[in-house]
């Protein structure tokens, strides 16, 4: 009716079409204030409504603990990798991390220039296609928290099982996998996403942190970057990003509706299961994670054998002009991928599926 197609996109990515709709619907009148959430003070009762309903949503469906707070902030899952750092290191206790890909880099690049770190494992000499299991990793003891990163949005790896941290506390950037499972988090010090591929539209970043961890940061750190400003601000302090938190409460209301994480879990594991069942079933195409155990059900990344870019490059445009698009893989590691997010259908799936087997037959 919209002439939509399946998208595939790694972030920002696809959103529920009842979410777009509801949007479309109260874009020019939001309920009966005559204005749109873009034109609101977002001091009004509406939007503090708003903002509100989103962040007990992200209560419910995480099953977040009383003892954490839950903040909607800007500057993306990057600040995070400069903020985190600013309020949790403690002086002479280095940063453990566990480094699996690209954003763990970056969260390294931010590290470096902050506080002292070490890494616990290094994926980077296995080209990031592997999760450590507990026996690989060497955790000190004495560091001021862990860092990971749940799913590795470009090499397509994620963590099945969390690291135990004992009383360290385990900080996880969930950019791309937020939401799409059940997790317990009670497991973690600190929680971080961009809302910009399960839970909404760009500009808005989710922030999930125990209270204790707080009044670690120093006073010379700027008062715009403390996580107390915030809390006790209510995500308010100064003018938030409006209309993202708008589409993730829409968002956050959708999941709720699905039956939760353990409903979407299944579905997103079904998903997984029919791209990689297809794609290691066939002599065209392989995945570039052999490691099934370390395998993302959010980001499927896969080639075609003999790594031929430019059939590679023929496949793209050809799934975009039979309405799948997004299946470029990362400029950084080439071949394809497919992003699985929450809102993508298992019809999207099947789809897929049966543009790859017309493919390889033409082209094998
Ligand atoms: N971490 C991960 C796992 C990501 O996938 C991304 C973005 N793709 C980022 C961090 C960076 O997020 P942002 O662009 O919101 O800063």
Known sequence: MYGRVYNFNPGPAVLPESVLEKARDEMMNYKGTGISVMEMSHRSKEFEEIIQNAEASVRRIMNVPDNYDILFLQGGA???????PMN?????????????????KKAIGELKRITQYSLAWDGEPLKFSHIPTQEELKLEKNASYVHICSNNTIFGTQWREFPATGEVPLVADMSSDIMSRVIDVSLFGLIFAGVQKNVGSAGATLVIIRKDLVDRCKDSVSVILQYKTHIKEKSLYHTPPCYAIYISGLVLGWIEKQGGLSAIEKINEEKARILYDAIDSS?????TIKDKESRSRMNVNYRIKGN???LEDRFVKEAKKNGLVGLKGHR??????????????IDGVKTLVEFMNEFAKKNG
């Open 78 to 84: 990057s600040l995070q990798f400069a903020m985190v």
């Open 88 to 104: 949790l290191y403690i002086d002479g206790k280095p940063v453990d991390v566990i480094h699996t890909g690209a954003w763990t």
């Open 283 to 287: 002599d065209f195409y392989y995945a």
């Open 308 to 310: 031929n870019e430019e």
């Open 332 to 345: 950084s590691v080439g071949g394809l991928r497919a992003s699985l997010y929450n809102a993508l259908s």
